[in-house]
């Protein structure tokens, strides 16, 4: 059974860090483009950043420069290290593995950013 833990959110003030986690079993996630996204409340919800296979990148345009995403193959875990948070960071960031023929997401963590 496939499934995709995120950890790692919290309340946080404007201008600091955090860094989330989504540690996944049933999948490799070296062989998955893995994906952030992230809900706030009465909208839709939006790609964050996103890894392929080969550790090609790519991010939100609200996001670029404060966000890295990145893959630890042995730990079978993909990060999400957020930097100069915004109060309008705030918003509940899933996760997601994709292939062809499957679609995984993860439960969501809660990110609060406080002005």
């Known amino acids: 059974q496939v499934q995709l833990v995120e950890f790692g959110g919290g309340l946080v003030q404007a201008g600091g860090s955090l860094r989330l986690s989504c540690a996944a079993s049933?999948?490799?996630?070296?062989?998955?483009?893995m994906g952030w996204y992230r809900q706030a409340p009465g909208k839709e919800r939006e790609l964050v950043a996103a890894?392929?296979?080969?550790?090609?990148?790519n991010y939100a345009d609200s996001v670029k420069g404060r966000f890295s995403i990145s893959r630890d193959n042995a730990k079978n875990t993909v990060y999400l290290q957020m930097n100069s948070l915004k109060p309008e960071d705030t918003a509940v960031y899933y996760c997601r593995a994709q292939r062809t023929f499957a679609n995984y997401w993860g439960q969501g963590t809660q990110v609060t950013v406080s002005s």
């Open positions: 049933g999948l490799t996630v070296r062989i998955y483009p």
């Open positions: 890894i392929t296979t080969d550790y090609s990148t």
